[in-house]
């Protein structure tokens, strides 16, 4: 128990710095990293080899990930620049002029969407500027899009937390005779945790639309009233069900590869066409106040995209959403393997890689023809210049506006992923000691083994917010979620869903990605403030899916492998 809560020191001090002090990550993570390292030296004897070595290997992935917030940036500003943005914003009062149905589209389904093609922080970063850009609050854009992103989550990138993640526990010959044991092949295995992922998603999916549009109309609305939102609460369920039930389906029928990317194209197809026939609609158009009423903290000191806007009177619909579309196809068709064009763009030739980093275990591979940061991001942006014709000047200053956007970030990315990454190698020591998160998971499997099914869930969320990724969280903590369903004799299934639920549900507030999604809108530094409100509805999220599977492990299905 002592090294469970000496490991718990690095995130401790992260939490109540950025969320009871609202300290800004850049000052927050540099200190938290110190800790880290102090403890992995000091208390796990992890020798200097490693501690560098993960350090430095958690400073390139930060690196990886600034590509992709770098080219959120840089598209969303040069559409800003080219005109785009305002040609956009016509189309969405065509659809809606009300903010709220805007939010659902946008932050929920949208992002589904594209979660559920890249997945890796890419929904928030597109969908929260493309909120901005419409003259949504920079603070409400990040908070929405983070919320909005977690349902889709475990399914993302054609299914990688599952495929990816999960998969980690077949690499345990005890496991996989379990499995075999009980009449199933490893890929049933996979399906089965895909479809007890989707169900308690789906409980909470149903409402996602409408919490988004509660935490809008109460912190961002004139009033700062529920009312507002409960005028629009039956489109929003429906809307819920839109994506909900074809994500079920899908993760029954076909497995994890295409719930959140197919379900969020039927969503939007559904959705869209019911909001343009005034489907469930409230009379009364909802919209923010007038930006003279705004509270100085729903803005930063830069303004995204904050270069002059050309004249474009010559750009149509279709060429300005044209830029978006690419976006799309070009991560559908590079994330299908079945397609050809992912093991083109991931082949050795192109990837650049460091193995062994400084004599360790560790391997950083820069895959940047498959990184959605240069393809599609940052090519899309480039073809853009040339598809609404900006001026030079013009496309020379949305680059230089957009790169100085993007390097306050690098600080707090850097040092967040260095601490995880010497937390997570911390079980390379010369102590014997278990690692800092393998301590801390074990704790919490003793403290809460009468509840486990309620509590599963947070352990999922602590990976996420730790590491910033569902699939990572599932690597670390798949086996060990499955070793405690194992030793009470719970369903192995359902508490293995669990964890891939709340992995999905920490994204809402791993520090990374908001860190990423304050970036990539301008509001850099008030990452406490989400992280302090975005931990509500994850709370609610872990609960709610805890208490389903609660019922579904003693009540329903009591014999569940």
């Known amino acids: 128990m002592l090294y469970a809560l000496l490991a718990s020191l690095p995130i401790v001090l992260t939490v109540v710095l950025m969320v009871a002090f609202n300290w800004p990550a850049k000052k927050v993570m540099p200190l938290a990293w110190i800790v880290a390292i102090g403890l992995a030296a000091a208390v796990w004897g992890m020798p200097f080899q490693w501690l560098a070595g993960a350090t430095v290997f958690g400073g390139l992935s930060a690196f990886n990930i600034l590509i992709i917030v770098f080219g959120a940036i840089l598209l969303m500003n040069t559409l800003k620049n080219s005109?785009?943005?305002?040609?956009?914003?016509?189309?969405?009062?065509?659809?809606?002029?009300?903010?709220?149905?805007?939010a659902i589209i946008i932050a929920f389904l949208f992002g589904a969407f594209i979660e559920g093609a890249a997945g890796f922080g890419t929904p928030a970063a597109l969908a929260g500027p493309l909120m901005v850009g419409l003259g949504f609050p920079p603070l409400a854009a990040a908070?929405?899009?983070?919320?909005?992103?977690?349902?889709?989550?475990?399914?993302?990138?054609?299914?990688?937390?599952?495929?990816?993640?999960?998969?980690?526990?077949?690499?345990?010959?005890?496991?996989?005779?379990?499995?075999?044991?009980?009449?199933?092949?490893?890929a049933e295995f996979l399906h089965q945790v895909g479809i007890w992922s989707a169900l308690p998603h789906a409980i909470m999916g149903i409402f996602m639309p409408l919490i988004i549009v509660m935490m809008m109309t109460k912190l961002f609305g004139e009033k700062k009233s529920f009312k507002d939102a409960f005028e629009i609460a039956p489109f929003a369920i429906f809307a819920g069900l839109s994506f909900t039930v074809p994500y079920v389906a899908i993760a029954y029928l076909f497995g994890p590869e295409l719930p959140s990317l197919a379900g969020g194209l039927i969503a939007i197809a559904i959705v869209v066409t019911a909001a343009k026939k005034g489907f469930l609609q409230p009379k009364k158009v909802w919209d923010f106040a007038n930006k003279s009423k705004w509270d100085s903290s729903w803005v930063g000191a830069d303004e995204v995209a904050a270069t002059t806007e050309e004249k474009t009177a010559d750009i149509s619909p279709l060429n300005a959403w044209l830029p978006y579309i690419l976006v799309s196809v070009i991560l559908v068709i590079t994330r299908i393997p079945s397609l050809g064009l992912k093991d083109l763009l991931t082949r050795p030739e192109v990837t650049l890689e460091w193995a062994g980093i400084l004599g360790t275990g560790l391997t950083y591979r820069l895959q940047y023809l498959y990184l959605p940061g240069t393809v599609p991001f940052i090519l899309v942006a480039i073809?853009?210049?040339?598809?609404?014709?900006?001026?030079?000047?013009?496309?020379?200053?949305?680059?230089?506006?957009?790169?100085?956007?993007?390097?306050?970030?690098?600080?707090?990315?850097?040092?967040?992923?260095?601490?995880?990454?010497?937390?997570?190698?911390?079980?390379?020591?010369?102590?014997?000691?278990?690692?800092?998160?393998?301590?801390?998971?074990?704790?919490?499997?003793?403290?809460?083994?009468?509840?486990?099914?309620?509590?599963?869930?947070?352990?999922?969320?602590?990976?996420?917010?730790?590491?910033?990724?569902?699939?990572?969280?599932?690597?670390?903590?798949?086996?060990?979620?499955?070793?405690?369903?194992?030793?009470?004799?719970?369903?192995?299934?359902?508490?293995?869903?669990?964890?891939?639920?709340?992995g999905a549900a920490g994204n809402m507030i791993c520090v990374h990605n908001v860190v990423a999604a304050c970036t990539t809108v301008g509001v850099l530094g008030k990452e406490g403030k989400v992280i302090r409100t975005n931990a509500i509805p994850a709370f609610i999220y872990a609960i709610a899916t805890g208490i389903f599977a609660f019922l579904a492990i003693y009540v329903f299905f009591p014999n569940m492998f």
């Open 143 to 186: 908070m929405l899009a983070l919320v909005g992103n977690s349902t889709p989550v475990s399914f993302g990138a054609v299914g990688t937390p599952i495929i990816g993640g999960v998969s980690s526990v077949l690499g345990s010959p005890d496991i996989v005779a379990q499995i075999e044991g009980a009449g199933m092949t490893t």
């Open 383 to 502: 073809l853009t210049g040339f598809m609404h014709k900006m001026k030079g000047e013009t496309i020379k200053e949305t680059w230089k506006t957009s790169l100085k956007q993007v390097i306050p970030a690098a600080i707090a990315l850097t040092f967040a992923i260095a601490m995880v990454q010497v937390m997570l190698n911390s079980g390379n020591n010369n102590s014997g000691e278990v690692g800092m998160m393998v301590a801390l998971s074990g704790a919490a499997g003793d403290l809460f083994q009468g509840v486990w099914p309620i509590f599963s869930p947070f352990i999922g969320i602590l990976g996420a917010f730790m590491s910033g990724s569902n699939t990572t969280s599932n690597i670390l903590f798949s086996g060990f979620q499955y070793g405690v369903a194992d030793q009470i004799g719970i369903s192995r299934i359902v508490i293995v869903g669990l964890q891939v639920v709340g």
């Open 83 to 102: 005109g785009a943005i305002r040609v956009i914003n016509k189309t969405f009062y065509g659809i809606s002029p009300d903010r709220r149905v805007q």
